[in-house]
Every structure is written in C-alpha cells, then in structure tokens.
C-alpha cells in the first residue's frame, strides 16, 4: 500500500504552486515563496527547526515598499513637498492598505498557518499587512526592484486618487503622529502649558513635543482645538522645512 503521508516540504511546495497559479505571479527561487507563506504559528506546530517563517522577509519588504513608494511618489507628484509626500507614503505602507493589497490578490487564502491561527487570523489586517510585506521582501531577493514595480503599481494605482484625499484631509494629529511614527520612530506628546481667561471664555496653550523637541504651539477654547491647532502647526513647520 502507498504511503500517502503529506510531509510539510509537500505542503511548502503546494501552497507555492497554488499561489503561482492563482496570482501568476512566477518565483525562480520557490524556496523564497515557501518562506514568504510561511506564518510563524505552522513553525510552532510542525516543530521543523531547519524551516523559517516569513519574519525577516516582513522586515525587508517593509524597507523595500518604503523605497519603492517613496520613489513612486517623487515622481508622480513633482509639486509636493517633503511633509505631503511623507504623509502620502505613510497613507500606502500603512497596515490597512497593505492588508487590502493582500486582500486583492488572495494571499490570505496561501498562508500556512497553525490551526487555531488559521480559524481566526487569516482575515487579520495585521497578518496580511505583514504577509504582504514579506510576499515583497521575497519578490526582491527573487527578481530585483523592478520585478517588485511591476507587482505592487497596479495594485497601488487603482487605489491612489482616494488615498490622496485620506492624506489630505486626515485630522493633523492623525497626520502628525503618522509622520513622527514613520520618521523619528516617535509619538507626539501634548501638554496644556497655560490656560487664560475667565471659566466661560477660556482659552488653552497646548505644545505637542517629539523626541523632547517642541514641535508646535496651539491655542483654542478647549484642549481638543488647542491640540489640533499644535498638531496643524508642527506640519506646517515640517512642510516648510
């Protein structure tokens, strides 16, 4: 009687040609793609050692997508400046619409999962954002930055004009934060340095610091608007930079 066991080097190798044949999207290095499919939970439940999960591919892929965005959006808005743009990229790479990319092409459908990962975490934007970004790290190692072009732009294009106007009109705290995450790997941080007037007719002094630096000064009649209007000030000082 044949023995009809499925090994996991079966299961690494399946779910590749499935996704190749799905998306079309083609792999000279397979071993790649295993890998970029491959959600830590499998490892802890197979116990294969020798095998890796798709981690340091997320890592490289995030810094890949960055570049690639980023150079993308150089040229495709030649008059925006450094703060616009920087808010641009931030709106692309951001987990929401990496998980949407990921979405678009089925990936959820090929990971390789544990299975109590799999019953509830092969829907989770963070899972896809980071199965995405590591399907990235793979494409580059495999083809170069022109094979990682051709895959990301016509996912990225479709969905830009609406990624513009969430930029452009996001609340400037969002936007502030956003940007200091991205750039300085930090969180504003507001604080109500003075407060004037009579208890009807207030009016708060709020600074939002980054790093220990003062970013921005606001005032307005509640912590909210000051707070906003230290948010609006701190990009505009960034913008014009």
């Not at 600074?207 to 912590?223: A, D, L, M």
Request: net charge negative; glycine share 8%.
């Amino acid at each position: 009687m044949a023995d009809t066991t499925v090994t996991t080097a079966d299961l690494l190798r399946q779910a590749a040609f499935q996704f190749e044949e799905a998306t079309g999207l083609r792999f000279r290095d397979k071993t790649l793609l295993q890998r970029a499919l491959t959600h830590r939970s499998f490892l802890n439940e197979t116990r294969e050692l020798l095998l890796a999960d798709n981690e340091r591919l997320e890592f490289l892929g995030d810094a890949v997508l960055g570049f690639v965005v980023g150079e993308y959006l150089y040229h495709c808005f030649p008059e925006l400046r450094e703060g616009p743009l920087t808010n641009l990229r931030a709106a692309v790479v951001r987990e929401e619409t990496l998980a949407h990319f990921a979405e678009q092409i089925g990936l959820g459908d090929h990971l390789l999962m544990g299975r109590g990962e799999a019953e509830s975490g092969r829907r989770r934007p963070a899972v896809l954002c980071a199965a995405f970004e590591a399907m990235v790290g793979a494409v580059y190692l495999d083809q170069g930055l022109e094979a990682v072009r051709r895959f990301l732009l016509p996912l990225l294009e479709p969905l830009l004009p609406k990624l513009v106007e969430w930029a452009t009109f996001k609340d400037a705290k969002s936007r502030l934060q956003e940007w200091s995450q991205a750039e300085l790997h930090a969180t504003p941080r507001y604080q109500t340095v003075a407060v004037e007037g009579p208890d009807h007719a207030r009016t708060f002094t709020v600074t939002v610091t980054i790093n220990g630096e003062v970013y921005g000064v606001g005032h307005g009649h509640s912590k909210q608007k000051a707070s906003q209007a230290a948010a609006e000030d701190a990009l505009r000082r960034i913008e014009g930079a």
